[in-house]
């Protein structure tokens, strides 16, 4: 590991420009040798998982000593979410950040995997779902309600009337989707002034997805809760996380 490592680790520019708060939670994740679980934000790119401890990071990227992989040039530069579990005496917390794949150096039997040094971490959750990014041609229709939370869901969707969040020439787009939650972008005034700041905040989503075959395409109705939003609102610009 220390051979594959050497080329990439500048003494110099070792921790010189990482946050304080950043460089504290790699330090206690090598120290634990938190296992970090590295999937593509692609996943038609693949959906290889990569999994293993921080054995060293500097300003520039972090090392991480992964199991053997299929190595493939395609996967060099490209996005990639890392997960890890944060643990304090009883207390566990998740982190996450974003990340690109910058080497995958492999020493005999030994593999690792060479990501760009986060500058900021963000809280996470325990995923028992992986995450997709559908391609923009098979979201058909994507709208959002504000709802009151309590309310019974409404018996007939389509009586909740127009509404400014909706997909293509609207403010709101889909970031990401699973099994239980799904990752929206909403941008301008008109949209995020119908958004209320609670943190129970409910939404109703309509989404409509394009099935791969071309045979037609798939309506979902969604009860959903705002776990956590990011983004600056007075820049016209929010990420809502939603679990349903």
Not at 43 to 57: D, R, V, Y
Request: charged residues 25%.
């Amino acid at each position: 590991l220390s051979l594959l490592w050497r080329k990439f680790d500048d003494p110099v520019q070792q921790h010189a420009v990482i946050p304080p708060p950043v460089r504290e939670k790699l330090n206690l994740a090598m120290a634990r040798r938190s296992l970090m679980k590295v999937r593509f934000v692609d996943t038609a790119l693949s959906e290889h998982e990569f999994s293993g401890p921080c054995m060293h990071f500097n300003a520039q990227t972090i090392f991480l000593d992964v199991p053997p992989y299929p190595t493939r040039r395609e996967w060099l530069d490209a996005p990639v979410y890392v997960n890890f579990k944060e643990s304090d005496g009883d207390k566990v917390s998740y982190r996450q950040f974003a990340s690109r794949i910058r080497e995958m150096p492999r020493q005999g039997d030994r593999f690792g995997l060479i990501l760009d040094a986060p500058m900021e971490i963000g809280s996470g959750e325990r995923r028992s779902f992986f995450r997709i990014t559908p391609p923009p041609d098979t979201v058909c229709a994507l709208s959002a309600w504000q709802m009151e939370p309590g309310l019974p869901a409404p018996t007939d969707p389509f009586t909740l009337g127009k509404t400014p969040l909706r997909h293509g020439k609207g403010p709101l787009s889909l970031a990401n989707i699973s099994a239980s939650g799904l990752r929206l972008n909403v941008s301008g005034p008109e949209a995020l002034d119908m958004l209320d700041n609670d943190a129970e905040s409910r939404l109703i989503c309509f989404l409509l997805l394009a099935q791969a075959d071309n045979s037609g395409s798939l309506p979902f109705w969604l009860d959903c809760a705002v776990v956590n939003r990011s983004g600056e609102e007075d820049a016209a610009a929010l990420h809502l996380g939603l679990n349903f």
